[in-house]
Structure formats: structure tokens, C-alpha cells
């Protein structure tokens, strides 16, 4: 059907932005949840528990956690046109995919880099290939210094390129800053994608 991608940074709205827009939509909404559960971490079950709350209960979760990469593409790939998949958010699902080899950073940074591009290409393919209507939220990184830890620096690249991907490819394109959304596609031009350097 199409894809409509939802950046910015952190409090930014663009969850909300992304809730509004799939209520809108009058679809069968299926919200894919991609943050990994820490019970450990008190803030992290209130942030998760407010997401929660945000959302229509009538709304169907999928949770990307308990599923393999497979089953993760094959929801995406197999939606029906009559369905709104909406993906949240694009970063904790790339943070658990580093956190399944974080191991590897240590010993190949260049493989491990070019391994989670693949994966990112192969969400973004199939969340274009989708019959549904997919609201897929990302963070907008990097506005600051380059970090000092390799897995920061790791994770702000590889969601760049992402990001650049998606807003390429999608249907529509929004960056939401302190609570407005702003119509990439209406008011950007388009630039050399970026390489990996």
C-alpha cells in the first residue's frame, strides 16, 4: 500500500505523530513493538508501560523481540492491504540487533557494520514490499558530536543510512521537532546518499 516514514529526535512526538496517523487511517492497526524488555530497568518499564497507555486497546501488538529475523520480515512481507502496520521504533529494533553480537564489534567493526546494513536494507525491502499501510518511526541521530564509544558511533551510522533509505523510498517523509511535523518531501531537497566511510 505505502510507506510513510516518521523521524526526529527523542521527546519529539513523533510517536504520537504515528499514533494519530494510523488512527486516521481507519485500518486494522497492528502496532510491532521493537524495544526489548529489561525488567531490571525501572525507567525502561515505565517508558514501555506510557506506550502502552498512548495506544487504542483495541489495537493488536506484535512484539519483534520474541521473534526471528524471519518472522520479522515475513509480518511485514505478509500484511494485507486492509491492515496499518505501525513500527516502533526503528532504533531498538537496530540497539537489539547489536546487542546480539556485541562481541563482534570488539574483534571486526567493518564486518559487523556491513552485516547490519544488510539487515537494515533487507526491514526496509520488506517494509516496502508490504500490502499494508507501514508507519515506521525512527530516531534522528547524529546532530551532535561523533561519540567515543564504537557501538554509539556503530548505531548513529548504521541509522543514518537507514533513515536515508527510508526517506528515499517512502510514500511520505516527516521530521517532527518539539511537536510539529514537517513535510519532508514538500519542503526538502534531495541529496547524494550517503556511503558508508
Request: hydrophobic fraction near 50%.
Amino acid at each position: 500500500m505505502a510507506l510513510v516514514f516518521i523521524t526526529g529526535p527523542v521527546r519529539s512526538g513523533k510517536s504520537a505523530f504515528a499514533v494519530r496517523l494510523a488512527r486516521e487511517s481507519a485500518l486494522d492497526v497492528t502496532y510491532v513493538a521493537t524495544a526489548a524488555a529489561a525488567p531490571e530497568d525501572a525507567e525502561w518499564r515505565a517508558r514501555l508501560a506510557r506506550h502502552t497507555r498512548e495506544r487504542p486497546e483495541s489495537w493488536r501488538t506484535v512484539e519483534t523481540e520474541s521473534l526471528s529475523r524471519g518472522a520479522q520480515l515475513e509480518l511485514l512481507r505478509g500484511a494485507q492491504a486492509s491492515q496499518c502496520l505501525l513500527v516502533d521504533a526503528l532504533g531498538t529494533w537496530l540497539a537489539a540487533r547489536i546487542a546480539e553480537r556485541i562481541d563482534l564489534l570488539e574483534v571486526d567493526y567493518v564486518v559487523l557494520e556491513e552485516h547490519l546494513d544488510r539487515e537494515a536494507a533487507e526491514f526496509v525491502d520488506a517494509m516496502l514490499a508490504s500490502r499494508a499501510l507501514v508507519l515506521a518511526v525512527g530516531e534522528q541521530v547524529g546532530w551532535d558530536v561523533v561519540p567515543v564509544v564504537a557501538s554509539a558511533r556503530l548505531f548513529r551510522d548504521v541509522m543514518g543510512r537507514m533513515g536515508q533509505r527510508l526517506a528515499r523510498r517512502a510514500e511520505r517523509a516527516y521530521l517532527v521537532v518539539a511537536g510539529y511535523a514537517l513535510d519532508l518531501r514538500a519542503h526538502g531537497i534531495a541529496v547524494a546518499p550517503l556511503e558508508r566511510a
